[in-house]
């Protein structure tokens, strides 16, 4: 897909729509990260624009990772975005895997990276396409993400604000676009995802 130009409105409604969603979540009343997760998660879960520009919509899914065979454990995220996009006469739908760590990368144990490592290996065998979201500690930090380089999926780009990378999911090339992926990771169970195969 070729990268296009996000329109300012769009863009600013973006902008708006994110901060109000971190902003409203005070990380002192969501201490756990699957709480902070699940309530940024459900705040992020609408539309974001619609108007002359287009319509653009989140979608959030929040994948199963308590109790036996949970999706989380097979598939290394525990959530997903789902990108809906209608501009220019163009629909497509994008979607990432998702795997959320307490902190900035630089405050994880050693422990914390070898477990990341792990579920970043699982959700690259299903996608070239995820990221690792870092939430806050206190209200004064904000959230932030981490996305794969699709190219060379082993490896992440640097940090950057989440507003930041929804753009980056909508005009370019981050997300994956298959549309069996998109329709699985829609539920929390992932129940269809499959494998992708890798030819050397």
């Known amino acids: 897909m070729s990268v296009i130009v996000v329109p300012t409105t769009i863009k600013d409604a973006m902008a708006r729509y994110i901060t109000s969603a971190i902003e409203r979540l005070d990380p002192t009343r969501y201490d756990q990260e699957p709480n902070y997760v699940a309530a940024l998660l459900g705040k992020l879960d609408g539309v974001v624009y619609e108007g002359v520009d287009g319509r653009f919509e989140l979608k959030c899914t929040s994948i199963n990772g308590i109790g036996p065979n949970a999706a989380e454990t097979t598939y290394g995220a525990d ?62 930090e904000t959230v932030t993400i981490q996305r794969s380089v699709p190219s060379n999926p082993e490896n992440l780009h640097q940090p950057e604000t989440l507003t930041d990378y929804i753009e980056t999911m909508v005009r370019c090339s981050h997300g994956d676009i298959r549309k069996s992926f998109t329709r699985s990771v829609a539920s929390s169970k992932l129940p269809t995802l499959k494998a992708i195969l890798r030819r050397k």
């Open 79 to 140: 959530f997903a975005l789902i990108a809906s996009v209608h501009y220019q006469g163009q629909s497509y739908e994008k979607a990432v895997l998702g795997q959320a760590k307490r902190g900035l990368p630089h405050e994880m144990t050693p422990a914390e990276r070898r477990r990341l490592e792990g579920q970043k290996s699982a959700m690259r065998t299903y996608s070239d396409h995820y990221l690792v979201l870092h939430t806050p500690r206190t209200a004064s």
